[in-house]
Structures are given as C-alpha cells and as structure tokens.
C-alpha cells in the first residue's frame, strides 16, 4: 500500500512541478467537447497531429534539450515507426498493439545502433551525422520498391481490439493516452538520477567522467529513449493518415521538430507540447492570413514563416515557455539559460 | 562495351565529384573557422543556376548569363553574411540550424514566387551540345566534359590560393585555430565575410553548370547540400584538400555504385534479390563510406584542426 503511496506522491510532486505541461495535456483531453459543441471537426485532425509532432518532439527533447545532443536525423525514427506498420501490414498483420510493438524494436535498435556510431562524435560532428544516417535510411526506403518505393503505401488503421480506431474519437483518444503515458514516463525520467545525470553530461562532460560515471553509456540510453518515443509516434502518425511514404522521414521534418523544441523552449517537459501548437497553428493560419490580404500568394506562406523562423533565433531567447516564467515571475529552467554549449 | 561504359560513368562520376567539391569549398571554411552550420548553402546553388537560367534567357546569350550570375551570387554570399550570419557566430549549433533551415524556406519560396514552381529547362548552345570521342569510339557530351574541366580548374585556382597566398595562409590559419589568428591582428570577420562570398560563388557556379544537366526548381541545392555535408565530414572539417578528395570519391562511389551494384551483387546472391536490394544499398553507399570513415577516423580524413 505505501509502495503506492508513494508512487502517487511521486506524480503529485512531479505534477506540481510541471503545471504547465498537465494542463496541456489535459485541455488536449477536454477539446473534443469543444471542437463537437462548436462544430469544428476538423481541427480534432490539427490537434490529433498537434499531440503526434508535439510526442515526438518531447523525445527528441530528451537528448536535444536535456542532454546537449543535436540529433538533426530524428525523422528517422518517426519513419521507421511508421514503416513498421506498413511492412506488418504488408505481411497480413493488422493488430494494432502489435505493430506498436514491432516498431519499439526496430526504432530501439536503430536507435542503438546509430546512437553508437554517432556519439562517438560531437558538435557539428554530430549533427551532420545524424542526418547522414536519416537520409541513409530515407533513401533505403525511396528504394524499396517492394514497400511502395518512392510513393508509399496505403495502409489501414490498426486493429486494437475493442478500440475502433475508424471512430475519429477513439482515435483520438488513443493517440492522447500515448502523449499522457510519454509525458508521464518523460517526467519521470527526467527528475529521476538518470535525467540528473543527463543533464550534469551536457554542462560538464569531463566532470562526470571523473566521477567515475560512463557518459556515453547515459547518452546511449537516452538516445534510445528518445528513438523508441519518436517511434511510437510515427506508428500512430501512420495510423492517423492511412499512409506512409519516404516523405514522413524527409530531412525538413527533423528540423521541424527542431523548430518545435526550440519555438516551446529547450530542456522543459511542456515546450515541445506548446512549440508543436504554435506551429501547427502558424501553418494552419498563416496561408488564411496572407489569403486575406494577397491572394494571389496565399500559398507562399512560408515566405513569411522562414524570417519569422529567424527572428525566434535572434530575439526569443528561451522560447515560449521562457516567455511564459518570465511573465509568471516565476524562475526560469537554469537549463536553457545556460545554453548548451 | 563494358569498358566503354565504365569510362563513361567514372567520368559522370568525376562531374559529379567536382561539382561537389564547388559547393563543399567554402562550406568546409564556413564550418571549420566560425564553426557555424550554415544549411543554407543549397540556396546559393540555387541562386546561381536561376540567375544563369534567367540571364542567359533575357540575353539570349548562354555564356552572358554564366558570366554575369558569378557576380550575383557573390553579391548573394557577402549580403547574406552582412545581414545575418554575422549575427548567428556566437549562436549554438542548434540556433543556428534554425535560423538557416528558416534562409532555406525563405529562399525557396522566393524563387517559387520569382520563377513559379516549375522546373526550368536551358538549352544548351550548339557549341556545347556536341559529343567528343575521349577514347576511340566512346563519346562523350561536350558540355559535361566543360563541367569536368571547369570544376578542375576551380580546384586548382583555390588550392593555389589557400596553399600559396597570404590571404590562403591567414585562412589556413583561421581553420587551424580561429582565437589564435585574431590574437596575431588578423581581421578575421572580414576575412569570413571574404570566405562566405566566394563559397555561396562557387557554389552558385556549382548552380550554373548544373543547370542545363539537371533540372532548375526551387529546392534543387538540398541533396546536393547534404552530400556536401557528407564530403566534409569524410574530408574533415576546415580541410580544402580533404573536401577535395573526398568530393571526388563520393561522386565515383555514389555513380559508379548505382550503375554496378546490382549487377555485382547478382554474382553473389540471385537474381530476384539483386534487383531488389541492388538499388537500395547503391543510394546508401556513401552514408556507409561516411560511417566507415568516421568509425576508424572520427574527425575525417585530413582534420584541419591542429
């Protein structure tokens, strides 16, 4: 009974420390409500891709924001979740919770495997890397001819079991309980010695070292982490869009979840969730802003989308969650002050 | 036949290397003095082969249009660095990643506004458009044999500058130790502002030679940026000769590997299996090579860093 005590004080604590992050999550849970009294279905779609990106963002956090590591080839991941789907399918399984768990073990193993290769190095290094190693693995699938090559596949929604994933709601029900269950094992793990340790590798690596601890073996783990969660949203994100092409994995997707994480702010649970909001939003109304007023280049709206890409760089300084302490009073993450280098 | 056909494609493969190496130059400088990860070097080959697609159309002059979209794209490189890269040096990595990937939709809408989305085609001029026998009974295009040459030249032109010039010596100097080399009263921000505007140009002629080979659309510098990512990283960061070298090696290994590898691995393994796997691990070549490379030399094949 006190193990369970405990495990509720735990959250309680983590909660409270994380308010802006639940609270999130949960006005993702009570939206539906919303989106059915205001009869607004369609943006049940943009928040379901809302939580999808603002999921794998969050994994990518994990080693980008806690642990110093800039993975510019975390598309990859998203791919081959989502592929994992497609090829099970293709093999005539259709289980849901099956393809969920065929894609942790591949995307763990890549994870591995690339995390193993690349960590051995570091800076521009690393980055460069990473995104070898993702258009290693976009081309690998463009190739694929059996698995629809460069066009895709068409693929159905997952079976799981009572849940009717062809109900839009439970759909988007189950991608929530996913963002709820990543939130909860992400705060978890940050506020836990492991998370600690992550966070004290990216300030100071030699210091770790000669405590006596192996920073790359935390690195490791955490670059697994944050594989297996982007892979958990690439499984959902192809269920979500009956789909899957080489395209999920294209080298822009890993800068946007870059952009998410850095729009929201770096190492805080709630910013990849509050980035991935403002950019979906900013694609969603942007086109309809520069619609109402040239519309003759309503679609060119990345034109405005690049330099506002810019300015965040230059003049937002620990992006939105940054904004949000400031204006609370209360203090910032010590962490995306610091930088960092 | 077979020889034929091998000199034919190493030959494509040496165009593809020199042209890699145009655009690898200065971004191998870029990453290696300011440390600054600059994406947006896909943009300038794009900027050179619309304004050599777009002169040479309103002059009705092919080689106008190359000669007067050099000067363009170094405008392009020094305003760039002027307005904000200069801004992005003190910046992490990931700041600048985002800034520049920001330079990269901005640039591509642009041109998509400017041009339309459609892919522009230039002809070539009859004087280019020839075939010239190599060896006895192998022909081979005039024009892409110009590219080879011109690529080459290039090459040669900025070893001599960087191995023989003062200014090449203070560069060599930055790439080694950039804090040292402004300790000596070196000015280096000029000398980067120098170093930006002569990539982002070779990487716009880059542009302008590429265009009547390939296709001239919004978005076309990005797999070549990304190979050149790969080029330096064989070749280490800060290193010119490096990025030569392996410039040359990822464009034989990556041509020469999609025409041979399948009919290589169907010595191995049957037939059905080649076809299939032949083409997906041919476009994976130089990933491998890079990852190769980096397990036994993690910082490339000639760091220039000391």
């Known amino acids: 009974m006190s193990a369970i005590r405990d495990f509720i004080g735990l959250v309680g604590d983590g909660v409270k420390a994380n308010q802006t992050l639940w609270l999130l999550v949960f006005g993702f849970a009570l939206f539906p409500i919303f989106t059915h009294f205001a009869d607004l279905p369609f943006w049940n779609d943009v928040a379901m891709r809302i939580m999808l990106l603002g999921m794998a963002a969050m994994g ?29 399918q293709f093999y005539g399984i259709s ?13 763990g193993l890549a994870g591995l495997v690339i995390g193993y290769l690349a960590l051995r190095t570091s800076g521009i290094y690393f980055i460069m890397i990473t995104l070898a190693f993702a258009q290693m693995l976009f081309f690998l699938f463009v190739s694929l001819e059996a698995y629809g090559g460069d066009d895709g596949m068409s693929i159905d929604r997952g079976e799981f079991g009572f849940i009717d994933l062809y109900d839009p709601l439970r ?9 709820a269950l990543v939130s909860l094992a992400l705060m978890f793990i940050v506020r836990s010695r492991f998370g600690v340790t992550l966070r004290a590798i990216k300030s100071n690596e030699s210091r770790i070292e000669a405590m006596g601890l192996s920073p790359l073996r935390f690195k490791m783990v955490g670059y697994v982490i944050s594989a297996v969660i982007c892979g958990i949203a690439g499984t959902l994100f192809a269920s979500w869009q009956e789909y899957v092409s080489p395209d999920i994995m294209h080298w822009t997707r890993s800068g946007e979840l ?28 942007l086109p309809m802003l520069l619609g109402a007023v040239a519309p003759a280049y309503a679609e060119n709206w990345m034109i405005i989308f690049g330099p506002l890409l810019i300015m965040v760089v230059l003049f937002g300084r620990g992006g939105l969650t940054g904004i949000i302490d400031r204006l609370s009073g209360t203090r910032g993450n010590a962490d995306h002050k610091a930088g960092p280098r | 036949m077979t020889l034929t056909l091998i000199l034919e494609q190493a030959f494509n493969g040496l165009q593809a ?54 000067p363009v794209t170094f405008a392009s490189g020094y305003l760039l660095e002027f307005l904000l890269i200069r801004h992005l040096y003190r910046r992490d990595h990931m700041e600048q990643v985002l800034a520049t990937f920001g330079l990269i939709l901005f640039f591509n809408e642009l041109i998509r506004i400017g041009f339309g989305p459609a892919a522009l085609y230039s002809d070539l001029p009859p004087s280019l458009s020839g075939f010239v026998e190599i060896l ?27 191995s023989r010039t003062r200014i090449g010596a203070m560069v060599r100097a930055g790439a080694n130790n950039p804090a040292m080399t402004a300790a000596l009263g070196i000015n280096i921000k000029l000398l980067l502002r120098f170093i930006f505007a002569a990539g982002a140009c070779f990487a716009g002629v880059a542009g302008m030679m590429l265009g009547p080979i390939t296709a ?35 464009g034989l290994v990556d041509t020469l590997g999609r025409v041979f590898l399948p009919a290589m691995l169907r010595l191995v393994v049957d037939q059905a299996t080649a076809d299939g796997a032949g083409p997906a691990v041919a476009s994976m070549l130089v990933y491998i090579l890079m990852a190769v490379v980096l397990i036994f030399r993690p910082t490339g094949l000639f760091p220039a860093k000391g």
């Open chain 1, 258 to 285: 870059m952009i998410i994480i850095i729009l929201g702010g770096l190492a805080t649970l709630a910013g990849p969730l509050l980035g991935a909001i403002v950019f979906l939003l900013l694609e969603e109304s």
């Open chain 2, 216 to 250: 001239v659309q919004p978005g076309m510098g990005e797999p070549l940026l990304i190979l050149s990512l790969v080029v330096i990283i064989i070749g280490g960061i800060g290193s010119v000769r490096g990025a030569f070298i392996a410039a040359i090696i990822v």
């Open chain 2, 17 to 70: 290397g020199v042209t890699l190496f145009l655009v690898a130059a200065g971004l191998t400088l870029i990453l290696g003095i300011m440390d600054v990860v600059f994406l947006a070097h896909g943009a300038q080959v794009m900027i050179g082969a619309y304004a050599a697609a777009a002169i040479a159309a309103a002059t009705g002059n092919f080689y106008i249009g190359l000669l007067l979209a050099v």
């Open chain 1, 95 to 107: 289980n849901g919770w099956a393809h969920l768990g065929f894609s942790i073990v591949p995307c």
């Open chain 1, 60 to 88: 990518l956090n994990l080693v980008l924001g806690y642990g110093g590591m800039v993975s510019f080839g975390h598309a990859a991941f998203i791919g081959i979740g989502a592929y994992c789907v497609g090829i099970s």
């Open chain 1, 171 to 179: 759909l988007y029900f189950l991608i929530w309980c996913a963002l």
């Open chain 2, 136 to 162: 006895p009974g192998t022909p081979y295009p005039v024009y892409r044999l110009g590219v080879i040459l011109v690529g080459l030249a290039c090459a040669i032109a900025i070893h001599m500058f960087v």
